[in-house]
Every structure is written in structure tokens, then in C-alpha cells.
Nanobody, 120 residues
Framework: QVQLVESGGGLVQPGESLRLSCAAS????????MDWYRQAPGKEREFVAA???????NYVYSVKGRFTISRDNANNTVYLQMNSLKPADTPVYYC??????????????WGKGTLVTVSS
């Protein structure tokens, strides 16, 4: 079984920074895309950033220039560096990964989320 565990959330003031981490553990062949999503209370989960296995990245427009996604393939970990945080960045952040549990079969996994609160 594959597990994704997020960490790094917390309470910060507007303009400050946080770095989220998501580590994959368990038995698997390899990891393809790794993504970050976020969800505010009462709203749908929204895409934030993605990174492919070869390092190509994509961001939602609202975080471009402020957030940076990166990954450490050797340690099966994806990071989200968040700078210039705004109150609108507040919700729960979830890690998502496409994991090859066998060489020819991939599954989608989600972490349980980490809470980011941006408030003065």
C-alpha cells in the first residue's frame, strides 16, 4: 500500500512563507506526476501545482511567481515552497501522486492534507 504524508502547514501572517512537503512511502515501482491541490471549506478542491517525473512544472495562475514546486526523486518527496502568502491561500493542501504500483499499472493516491492558515 502506498501512503502520501504531507507536512509543513501552519499559521503565518500575510507576506510570509511556508514550505510544504509530501513523502511517499510503501511498495511501488515508480512515481509519475506529483501534484498539490487545495480546498477551502465549502469549496471544491482546486489544482495548485504539478511536477512531472522529469521536472516539468505547471501552476494555477493565482500562484505563479509566488509558489515553486519541486521534487526529490531519490526520496520520493515533493515540495511546495510558498512565498508572499495571502489570506486566499489559506485552505487545506493535499498531495496527489500517480504511482506505478507495478511497471505496467498506475494508481492515483491522495494524502490526508495539511492546513495552511494565513492571517494577521
Amino acid at each position: 500500500q502506498v501512503q502520501l504524508v504531507e507536512s509543513g502547514g501552519g499559521l503565518v501572517q500575510p507576506g510570509e512563507s511556508l514550505r510544504l512537503s509530501c513523502a511517499a512511502s510503501g511498495s511501488f515501482f515508480s512515481i509519475d506526476n506529483m501534484d498539490w491541490y487545495r480546498q477551502a471549506p465549502g469549496k471544491e478542491r482546486e489544482f495548485v501545482a504539478a511536477i512531472t517525473s522529469d521536472g516539468s512544472t505547471n501552476y494555477v495562475y493565482s500562484v505563479k511567481g509566488r509558489f515553486t514546486i519541486s521534487r526529490d526523486n531519490a526520496n520520493n518527496t515533493v515540495y511546495l515552497q510558498m512565498n508572499s502568502l495571502k489570506p486566499a491561500d489559506t485552505p487545506v493542501y493535499y498531495c496527489n501522486a500517480v504511482v506505478y504500483v507495478r511497471a505496467d499499472y498506475a494508481m492515483n493516491f491522495w494524502g490526508k492534507g495539511t492546513l495552511v492558515t494565513v492571517s494577521s
